[in-house]
């Protein structure tokens, strides 16, 4: 094709075309990126709604960042470590762990925090959500009858320990002194249908477990790391019987769980269930189809599921023996229909006896030493009764004997327990199989034998037919002692 265009008509072209570029830049408005993102402005003030556990505040939701006030209080109070024993507990607002704070990222909160005239000591705060010295430690130290005030901004989402930071620290967090405090995303976490709070602890006491009466802190037991009670929720017991977490089948339970240690590491689990995802440590990383998941002391974990099934499922520590043992295990209550495709139950029951196979017994006292034993009133072994029951049978027959339905039979209002004492002593001795009526249901499954002394059998006897509904019947030693001969 021929070029009409001459050389010079070609550089007047370039240079029109060239302007008109230059015009064009010039007329589009320079648009600047700002230095933070708009929901880390901070517009008007919110109350904090703080919480008891296991209860958490209502989510943040979409809401802009904004500044959070929050009053919290020391208290140093008395309360039970487990039925029949006491602690002196100090609490950030009354219950170990302390109140649940829910905040959002961006938040800049004005923190209050009171120690009761009442107390004995100074204390404080570190908050690990906190960027700061001591993570307000240094701000916060505040002595019994005063109040001080400072504030932080919520700089990292995720959940976090707060505990108090006095010397000596360790003391302070062993006497129950920490809680979780949530920092949301911004638009705020996704939803469910339930939310819980739980946090483990371990207790060191002058006593060993279950030892009754007001127990002391023990502070060479703490250093030794040598635990005698290991709970969530500042109690053994605190999350079983009528105070069991609850759900429906169909929903979606997410539990905040915290560790405040001071020393252990908790196994978090729960029999039954799979968690569908877990906040590892409570961060941004997400694990799925997690069966137990490691909370350091002073950490954290987010963890959700969804329930199928109904049925009691049981939270432990799955280092197992502080489950049974000192006390770490909870109750998450089911109800709904069954799918008994996804859990059939026992479709089929036979007896396996391998040769060899011995029943482990406790060794008897001699003759002396029983002769030298003050016979109890009947008080006390209602309370020692109590005591052992809930160490060693709840987790089975339930804090109220009630059992589970098709797996334990109930104790309350017990045909089968009312019917024949002797029998009753015997299966606690020397277990049960086979098929049963009790109340007119039937259960078939195995009872093994308990390894309990004489007194520890008879007291437990005595307190079940003194509870629920039972006959009121006094279960001697003596008698304990002709069945097990």
């Given at each position: 094709m021929k070029n009409y265009l001459t050389p010079q008509k070609r550089t007047s072209l370039f240079f029109i075309l060239l302007g008109l570029l230059l015009w064009s830049c010039n007329s589009v408005e320079t648009k600047t990126t700002a230095p933070a993102e708009p929901s880390m402005a901070v517009k008007g003030t919110v109350m904090a709604e703080l919480t008891h556990p296991p209860k958490v505040p209502q989510p943040v939701g979409d809401r802009t960042a904004k500044v959070m006030k929050l009053s919290m209080e020391v208290v140093e109070k008395e309360s039970e470590m487990m039925d029949g024993v006491t602690y002196t507990f100090w609490t950030f607002g009354g219950s170990v762990p302390g109140q649940f704070i829910r905040t959002r990222v961006g938040d800049e909160v004005e923190f209050t925090l009171k120690n009761h005239p009442d107390n004995k000591l100074p204390h404080n705060i570190d908050l690990h959500a906190v960027t700061g010295p001591g993570g307000g430690a240094t701000s916060s130290f505040v002595a019994p009858g005063h109040e001080v005030t400072f504030s932080f901004k919520t700089l990292n989402e995720g959940l976090y320990v707060y505990h108090c930071a006095t010397a000596p620290v360790g003391m302070h967090v062993a006497n129950g002194m920490y809680g979780l405090i949530l920092v949301e995303p911004a638009g705020g976490l996704p939803p469910v249908d339930r939310e819980y709070y739980v946090v483990q602890g371990d207790?060191?006491?002058?006593?060993?477990?279950?030892?009754?009466?007001?127990?002391?802190?023990?502070?060479?037991?703490?250093?030794?790391?040598?635990?005698?009670?290991?709970?969530?929720?500042?109690?053994?017991?605190?999350?079983?019987?009528?105070?069991?977490?609850?759900?429906?089948?169909?929903?979606?339970?997410?539990?905040?769980?915290?560790?405040?240690?001071?020393?252990?590491?908790?196994?978090?689990?729960?029999?039954?269930?799979?968690?569908?995802?877990?906040?590892?440590?409570?961060?941004?990383?997400?694990?799925?189809?997690?069966?137990?998941?490691?909370?350091?002391?002073?950490?954290?974990?987010?963890?959700?599921?969804?329930?199928?099934?109904?049925?009691?499922?049981?939270?432990?520590?799955?280092?197992i023996f502080r489950a049974f043992n000192k006390g770490a295990l909870g109750m998450l209550k089911v109800n709904g229909e069954e799918d008994k495709k996804i859990y059939s139950g026992k479709i089929q029951e036979g007896i396996y006896q391998p040769e060899g196979g011995t029943v482990q017994t406790m060794?008897?006292?001699?003759?002396?030493?029983?002769?030298?034993?003050?016979?109890?009133?009947?008080?006390?072994?209602?309370?020692?009764?109590?005591?052992?029951?809930?160490?060693?049978?709840?987790?089975?027959?339930?804090?109220?004997?009630?059992?589970?339905?098709?797996?334990?039979?109930?104790?309350?209002?017990?045909?089968?327990?009312?019917?024949?004492?002797?029998?009753?002593?015997?299966?606690?001795?020397?277990?049960l199989s086979g098929e049963i009526t009790v109340n007119g249901d039937t259960y078939n499954s195995i009872m093994p034998a308990q390894a309990l002394s004489d007194e520890e059998v008879a007291d437990i006897m005595t307190y079940v037919y003194h509870s629920w509904g039972n006959k009121k019947t006094v279960v001697s030693e003596a008698q304990v002692k002709a069945i097990r001969n």
């Open positions: 207790f060191y006491t002058k006593g060993e477990y279950g030892d009754r009466g007001r127990q002391p802190f023990d502070m060479k037991k703490a250093i030794d790391e040598d635990a005698d009670y290991v709970v969530f929720n500042g109690k053994v017991g605190a999350l079983t019987g009528d105070n069991a977490l609850t759900a429906n089948v169909g929903e979606t339970v997410r539990i905040f769980v915290g560790n405040g240690g001071p020393n252990l590491v908790s196994s978090f689990h729960v029999i039954g269930e799979i968690f569908d995802r877990v906040n590892i440590e409570g961060g941004d990383m997400i694990n799925e189809n997690v069966q137990t998941t490691l909370v350091p002391a002073g950490g954290s974990a987010i963890v959700e599921f969804k329930v199928d099934v109904p049925g009691t499922f049981i939270l432990v520590d799955h280092s060794p008897e006292s001699t003759s002396a030493e029983a002769s030298q034993k003050t016979a109890k009133t009947l008080a006390q072994q209602l309370e020692h009764g109590k005591q052992k029951y809930m160490e060693t049978c709840f987790a089975c027959h339930q804090a109220e004997g009630q059992g589970i339905a098709g797996a334990f039979p109930p104790l309350a209002k017990s045909d089968f327990l009312n019917a024949d004492v002797k029998r009753a002593i015997s299966t606690v001795l020397k277990g």
